[in-house]
C-alpha cells in the first residue's frame, strides 16, 4: 500500500510562488507514473501535471503550460510542483496520485491518492 501527503500549499498574492511536495510512504514510487490534480470549489477535480517514472516525460493542462514544472526524485521518494506566476484562478485543493500507466491517463488510472493541500491565490 502506498501512502502519500502533500505539503507545500498555503496563501500567496498572485504574481507570487510556490511549491509543493508528496512524500510516499511505505513502498518506493520509482516505477510509477505521478500527477498533480485540483478541484476549485464547484469544479471537477482536473489533471494539473503527469510525469512518468524517470522524469523524461511530463504533460501538463493548458491553463499552466509555461508556469508550472513538476520533477521528482525517486531516491527521496518525492514529487515536486514548481508553481511561478499564481493567479486567482489556481485556487484550489491539489492532490497528488501514483500509480497511472502514463502521463496521458485518465484519472481514474491513478490508484493512489493523498488528501490534498489548499492553495489561495489573492488577487
Known amino acids: 500500500q502506498v501512502q502519500l501527503v502533500e505539503s507545500g500549499g498555503g496563501l500567496v498574492q498572485a504574481g507570487g510562488s510556490l511549491r509543493l511536495s508528496c512524500a510516499a510512504s511505505?513502498?518506493?514510487?520509482?516505477?510509477?507514473?505521478m500527477g498533480w490534480f485540483r478541484q476549485a470549489p464547484g469544479k471537477e477535480r482536473e489533471l494539473v501535471a503527469a510525469i512518468n517514472w524517470n522524469g523524461g516525460n511530463t504533460n501538463y493542462a493548458d491553463s499552466v503550460k509555461g508556469r508550472f514544472t513538476i520533477s521528482r526524485d525517486n531516491a527521496k521518494n518525492t514529487v515536486y510542483l514548481q508553481m511561478n506566476s499564481l493567479k486567482p484562478e489556481d485556487t484550489a485543493v491539489y492532490a497528488c496520485?501514483?500509480?497511472?500507466?502514463?502521463?496521458?491517463?485518465?484519472?481514474?488510472?491513478?490508484?493512489?491518492w493523498g488528501q490534498g493541500t489548499q492553495v489561495t491565490v489573492s488577487s
Open positions: 511505505r513502498r518506493p514510487l520509482s516505477w510509477r507514473t
Open positions: 496520485a501514483a500509480g497511472a500507466s502514463s502521463v496521458y491517463a485518465d484519472q481514474v488510472e491513478y490508484a493512489y
